[in-house]
């Protein structure tokens, strides 16, 4: 029996190393002259004619513009005027005025001697049954109530 033709061999290859420029940036009209600064500084630089770079953006924000520039508008507006009568109507009603309350004494000191005396009287009652235990019992209750009651507990 003869043998099966072979299908003919197929080449392959990679794709053509060109790139296709899809956002090509058409040539941009002669950019107008920059608006003069009080400082002598160019306040808005021309525009860059063609492709973008790193540089450009670079030099356009370093350059101060209307709000980075050192002249700010000081007159006084209609915005001012309201702000300032509001504020002496309330100076006149005593709004303003702030009084410091008197610091009221904690109950912390209280609360941990209550806490200390009352846990080891409960504990004193085990001393009987099992002292070792009551021992241990007593140790970590009075280590872990002075932990909570003065280093993690805000004073109350």
């Given at each position: 029996?003869?043998?099966?033709?072979?299908?003919p061999?197929?080449?392959?290859?990679?794709?053509?190393?060109?790139?296709?420029?899809?956002?090509?940036?058409?040539?941009?009209?002669?950019?107008?002259?920059?608006?003069?600064?009080?400082?002598?500084?160019?306040?808005?630089?021309?525009?860059?004619?063609?492709?973008?770079?790193?540089?450009?953006?670079?030099?356009?924000?370093?350059?101060?513009?209307?709000?980075l520039?050192?002249?700010?508008?000081?007159?006084?507006?209609?915005?001012?005027?309201?702000?300032?009568?509001?504020?002496?109507?309330?100076?006149?009603?005593?709004?303003?005025?702030?009084?410091?309350?008197?610091?009221?004494?904690?109950?912390?000191?209280?609360?941990?001697?209550?806490?200390?005396?009352?846990?080891?009287?409960?504990?004193?009652?085990?001393?009987?049954?099992?002292?070792?235990?009551?021992?241990?019992?007593?140790?970590?209750?009075?280590?872990?109530?002075?932990?909570?009651?003065?280093?993690?507990?805000?004073?109350?």
């Amino acid at each position: 029996m003869a043998d099966d033709a072979d299908p003919p061999r197929r080449f392959f290859q990679l794709k053509p190393k060109a790139f296709e420029a899809v956002n090509d940036v058409p040539a941009a009209p002669a950019p107008p002259a920059p608006d003069p600064d009080p400082a002598g500084r160019a306040a808005n630089p021309p525009a860059p004619a063609g492709r973008i770079d790193v540089r450009d953006l670079f030099a356009a924000a370093t350059t101060p513009g209307p709000l980075l520039g050192g002249s700010r508008s000081t007159a006084k507006n209609e915005v001012h005027a309201m702000l300032s009568e509001n504020h002496a109507r309330a100076e006149a009603a005593g709004l303003n005025a702030v009084t410091v309350r008197a610091r009221r004494p904690s109950r912390r000191k209280r609360d941990f001697w209550l806490l200390l005396v009352g846990g080891n009287a409960v504990l004193a009652v085990g001393m009987v049954l099992q002292p070792i235990i009551a021992i241990a019992g007593v140790v970590l209750y009075n280590v872990s109530l002075l932990w909570i009651m003065w280093f993690v507990m805000d004073d109350y």
